[in-house]
């Protein structure tokens, strides 16, 4: 370990709360690589996860009642132009931008403020500081801030789906994204198709490269043949589809057991739909449980396939864990999921699919050779080879190390 190494890095909700869970097998390859790491975090609720030792909360953005907006424009109103000028110049959507510029100028303001409490966080260190965000969100507009205003030199961002798609947004508009592109030394989407759709955005387009997620070994499934379980795990949200499963279970003949993790909105009704289900189906919904709970299942239960029939994903975490037991998987051709779900790991089916074509896709899995120690085995070792998190973030580490500042 290289001791004069510090990385800053930006979360949402991490260490706090049960998301960013991917942090949790980011963070030991991290924590070897960097002599500290100093967390900001925008949402601080509750007790902390387990970090470690090296790794410290700098603080959170929970209380910004000291921002006062009329002062932060007045002693920054060149810079704040400046900006304005800049994105409305580099972004696509310019008669939104116009329509909302007070909106925009509000954040920028925000970002401004957020700029100043790291600025003071960044003087008291004096080793060799990266910068890294994990989403293309307001950390991502507040480095660059403090890119544009010279306190630092370089700083890095990875992205998802939430935070890459402006058609999910009003307007067709992620705010700043020409700005933060413009700044940002590497913008690093968690898929290949992510990559793809960033770069068709012609902004600063050799910027962009795909950096994988990884996950942590658990170990194999215990494997089992004589009863058939499947698995999904997504929040009960319309994007998720959930419903459809309901759907792909009613013409199954074999005896099946499908088991659901996650919560939402709409669990209820996905409840009472499922009683409508069958005799030869049997369902449980485990609700809303921890990343740990989820894994010790997989490690301890035996489970026969796992599907997932989002309409929109980027490159799910749930299918990386899943692969990573040699679990076999169905999921629909949207997002990244064509990276992760392949004739090595299981089947890719259409985003409009036919419940009852997938129904029999399962039916001939269960007395297939797919449903085998053999075949489950390769889907582990694609995970092995593609998303085991020491290899991935060992490799992501040498890239940040190149934009030190």
């Known amino acids: 370990m290289d001791l004069n190494k510090d990385l800053f890095l930006f979360t949402s909700d991490y260490p706090y709360s049960e998301t960013e869970t991917f942090l949790e097998s980011e963070m030991p390859v991290l924590s070897v690589n960097y002599s500290e790491i100093i967390i900001f975090t925008i949402k601080q609720t509750g007790d902390p996860r387990l970090i470690p030792p090296n790794a410290h909360v700098a603080g959170s953005l929970n209380d910004r009642e000291g921002c006062n907006p009329k002062k932060i424009l007045i002693s920054n109103l060149f810079f704040i132009l400046r900006s304005l000028i800049t994105e409305f110049f580099g972004c696509k959507e310019k008669i939104y931008f116009l329509k909302n510029i007070r909106k925009f100028n509000s954040l920028l303001i925000r970002a401004i403020y957020d700029a100043e409490f790291v600025f003071q966080k960044i003087k008291e260190n004096r080793n060799i500081k990266f910068f890294y965000s994990v989403w293309l969100n307001d950390w991502a507009l507040t480095l660059s801030v403090l890119k544009q205003k ?11 789906g939430f935070d890459i798609y402006d058609e999910r947004y009003p307007g067709n ?10 700044h940002a030394a590497l913008i690093s989407p968690n898929s290949k198709s992510g990559e793809v759709y960033l770069r068709s955005k012609n902004m ?8 994988y997620l990884g996950t942590h070994d658990h170990g194999i499934n215990p494997f089992s043949n004589t009863n058939f379980n499947i698995v999904s795990c997504s929040r009960v949200i319309p994007l998720k589809r959930v419903e459809l499963i309901i759907e792909i279970l009613r013409h199954v003949k074999s005896n099946v057991k499908w088991v659901h993790f996650g919560d939402g909105p709409f669990l209820e009704q996905i409840r009472k739909d499922a009683l409508g289900l069958p005799e030869n189906i049997k369902v449980e919904f485990k609700g809303d449980m921890s990343n740990k709970q989820i894994l010790d299942y997989y490690a301890n239960n035996s489970v026969s396939l796992f599907i997932t029939t989002s309409e929109t994903e980027g490159l799910p975490i749930s299918l990386q864990e899943a692969i990573s037991f040699g679990i076999p998987v169905i999921g629909t051709d949207v997002g990244g999921i064509s990276e992760l779900v392949n004739e090595k790991t299981g089947f890719l089916i259409e985003k409009d699919f036919d419940p009852s074509a997938v129904s029999l896709l399962i039916e001939n899995f269960i007395f297939g050779r797919s449903n085998s120690e053999e075949f489950r085995t390769g889907v582990r070792q694609y995970w092995k080879e593609n998303f085991e998190d020491v290899k991935v973030y060992s490799e992501f580490c040498r890239q940040l190390d190149q934009y030190e500042n």
Do not use: A, E, T
């Not at 600063?204 to 950096?211: D, V």
């Open 150 to 160: 010279g306190i630092i030199k370089n700083f890095i961002v990875k992205c998802g």
């Open 204 to 211: 600063f387009p050799s910027k962009i490269h795909c950096s």
């Open 173 to 182: 508009y992620l705010p700043f994204r020409y700005l933060i592109y413009k």
